[in-house]
């Protein structure tokens, strides 16, 4: 599958919930997988191998050198990803990058940071601050998964800023993406059967979310309800029921 492929599927899914979309607003970067790493630490990411350095923000600062000198870092930087960057975190992106003792890893970062401003200077042009983030490989198989998996699963959020549809609970905004992408694949049901036997509690919660919006999307039958139900659910912030 390539990434107009993708694309395409994006289109499809904004037609079947009745959202805006405009192929302009559907952008990437590659960065290594350990410059990955590091911004999704720097920027918060809330998974046990980054929190074991720092739940808050001034830890984590604190702490960056010793989370790059890890053994964690080490797992986590062989395997592949994204994320969404926004414009907003760029700024400490670069502070923290200053702090890193490595002098090709933090030459590497800078260089990256460089590439996704020049990034934001042509998204702005159309009302974007945010860009999906993947790794680099040679793989082709992994090649494929990232585009398939990953850069869809960042369009997708995406998507969803764009027609300002985003919980202050990320494993709603998680949950969500995940439900999109059952729907897609047209595979709903799969969510039952990972929801239960997948051991990594954070990521169990994207298929617990998904089925809580898999039960709340059930009966709305049309793009203009989909989204309706969705965006009462964003309004009112009432948690959805198992």
């Not at 302009?24 to 960065?31: A, H, Q, S």
């Not at 998204?123 to 601050?129: A, D, P, Q, V």
């Not at 027609?163 to 969500?176: C, M, P, T």
């Not at 139900?229 to 959805?240: S, Y």
Request: with cysteine; net charge positive; hydrophobic share 40%.
């Amino acid at each position: 599958m390539n990434i107009n492929n993708i694309r395409l599927k994006i289109k499809k899914l904004a037609r079947d919930f009745n959202l805006n979309y405009n192929p302009k607003w559907f952008d990437y970067i590659i960065l290594s997988r350990k410059e990955n790493e590091i911004i999704k630490f720097i920027l918060g990411c809330p998974a046990p191998g980054y929190n074991a350095f720092g739940i808050y923000q001034y830890q984590r600062k604190k702490n960056i050198n010793l989370f790059i000198g890890s053994d964690e870092f080490k797992i986590l930087s062989k395997n592949y990803g994204g994320q969404v960057i926004r414009k907003s975190g760029l700024q400490m992106i670069n502070k923290y990058a200053l702090l890193i003792k490595d002098k090709e890893l933090k030459d590497s970062l800078k260089k990256s940071i460089q590439k996704i401003k020049i990034k934001f200077k042509k998204l702005e042009e159309i009302g974007i601050s945010y860009i999906a983030a993947i790794t680099k490989t040679n793989s082709a198989k992994e090649k494929k998964e990232i585009i398939k998996i990953v850069l869809r699963h960042e369009w997708i959020h995406t998507l969803l800023f764009k027609n300002s549809i985003e919980f202050k609970d990320k494993r709603y905004n998680e949950g969500l993406v995940t439900y999109l992408e059952g729907f897609l694949d047209n595979d709903l049901d799969k969510f039952i059967k990972i929801e239960s036997s997948i051991k990594d509690q954070f990521l169990k919660e994207y298929y617990t979310y998904a089925l809580k919006f898999m039960v709340l999307l059930k009966r709305p039958k049309t793009p203009t309800k989909r989204k309706e139900a969705i965006c009462n659910l964003l309004l009112i912030k009432k948690p959805l029921k198992p």
